[in-house]
Each structure stands twice: as structure tokens, then as C-alpha cells.
């Protein structure tokens, strides 16, 4: 049987040398919030999959959810992606970063003290590793309707960041229990805004961060979980 499995492909505006994508696996290699040497060693090693989808990437310091995730929010990250970038390009190989915000999923152990945020202030299942050993998720702080924005504009300078630093497109985690996926189901979403209720409203959140992100990139160039 013949297979098209190793046969170029159109992905929006790139053109990919296969049709394997190596999917986003978070390894927690960056010191701290900076990408290392040894991810892009780790990312220049797989770059003849079609395509690599990076692991989770912080947008803010309150998205993180757990320890040496990287970030992608100030000059001193971007220029760690480059390197990233710069080895994953140098073997013929094409990159998107992961755009995360954590939500809830995180512990005020992680963030200098301060409470996780997300649309209710309804708690998570499950533990976390921190600075002071395992812990469980706590109860989270529920957003103010300016703070939205705020994250919105967060994601907004993640995707311009992205560029920056050599990408060749995004893509935005809205699976897995975090920020987005928080605002999309009722159980996590009890707001009374418009955020909140009926479908389209737990969707806006979502909705709003694709349309400032294709802003950046252009539609062909953004992908989501």
C-alpha cells in the first residue's frame, strides 16, 4: 500500500517537508522562564518532522503552572527562542510555539504569593510540584472583566513575541483544564458577565484571543488544541 505519510504538504502559507507533526510535550528545561541551549538541542534533533509544535509557553508571569516552563513575555525569553528557532531552521526543520495561560491549574506557591486566577473561583483537582513540595490546587481568584482584556492583550503580544523570535506560526492551548478550556465549560465558568452563561458567551473568551492572535499571523498560521 502506498503512503503519503512522507510527502510534502500545504499547511496555510508554509509548506511542510512531511506530514508528521511532533506534538507539544512539556519537558520543563528552561532556566526558569528562559529557553536553554539544551531545549534547542532537544528541538534541532526532531526538526525533520514536518512540523513541531513546542511545549507550553507562558504568556504572563500568573500563567504559570508549574516550575522551568518557558515564557514567552519579555525580551530575555525571545531572544531563548531564538536560539530554539534559529537550531530547528538550521536542519531544514519548521516550528510553532504553544501559547498558554495556566488559569487555575497552578498554586500561589508558583506565583510569588499570589492567588491562581481564573473565571469562577472554583477549584481544580489534582497537585501540583512547587518551591515548597507537593501541593494541591487552591481555590483560584475569579477574574475582574478588565483583567480579560488584559490576557486577551497577553496573547496578542505572545503571537507578536512568537515572530520575534522565529516562528514560523502559533498555536494555542485550549484543551487540558486550562485558562481557555476553564471559560468554556459551565463547571469551571459560573460568571454572570459576557463571559459567562450560555455557550456563546463561555466561548467569547476564545473566541476574542483567535481573533487578536490572526491578527498577528494571519489565519493560516494559527492552529489550536
Not at 115 to 137: M, N, R
Amino acid at each position: 500500500m502506498n503512503s503519503n505519510l512522507f510527502d510534502s504538504f500545504q499547511l496555510g502559507s508554509n509548506t511542510l517537508a512531511n506530514r508528521i507533526v511532533m506534538a507539544p510535550m512539556t519537558r520543563l528545561r528552561a532556566d526558569g522562564t528562559i529557553p536553554t541551549p539544551l531545549m534547542a538541542e532537544y528541538y534541532a534533533q526532531r526538526a525533520n518532522a514536518g512540523l513541531i509544535i513546542t511545549e507550553c509557553t507562558r504568556i504572563s508571569p500568573l500563567s504559570q503552572g508549574y516550575m522551568n516552563v518557558p515564557g514567552i513575555y519579555n525580551d530575555e525569553q525571545v531572544a531563548g527562542w531564538k536560539l530554539v528557532t534559529d537550531a530547528v531552521h538550521a536542519q531544514g526543520g519548521k516550528i510553532f510555539l504553544q501559547i498558554w495561560h495556566s488559569g487555575r491549574v497552578s498554586h500561589s506557591a508558583l506565583l510569588d504569593g499570589e492567588k491562581p486566577v481564573a473565571p469562577s473561583a472554583i477549584a481544580g483537582t489534582g497537585q501540583l510540584h512547587t518551591p515548597i513540595g507537593k501541593v494541591d490546587l487552591e481555590t483560584p481568584r475569579p477574574l475582574e472583566t478588565a483583567e480579560i482584556l488584559e490576557i486577551i492583550e497577553q496573547f496578542r503580544q505572545g503571537a507578536v513575541n512568537a515572530k520575534q523570535a522565529g516562528f514560523v506560526g502559533v498555536y494555542l492551548d485550549g484543551a487540558f483544564g486550562y485558562l481557555i478550556y476553564q471559560f468554556l465549560l459551565d463547571g469551571s465558568n459560573q460568571r454572570e458577565d459576557q463571559y459567562g452563561g450560555y455557550i456563546y458567551n463561555r466561548a467569547r473568551f476564545l473566541l476574542e484571543v483567535v481573533e487578536e492572535v490572526t491578527q498577528v499571523w494571519g489565519g493560516d498560521r494559527v492552529g489550536i488544541k
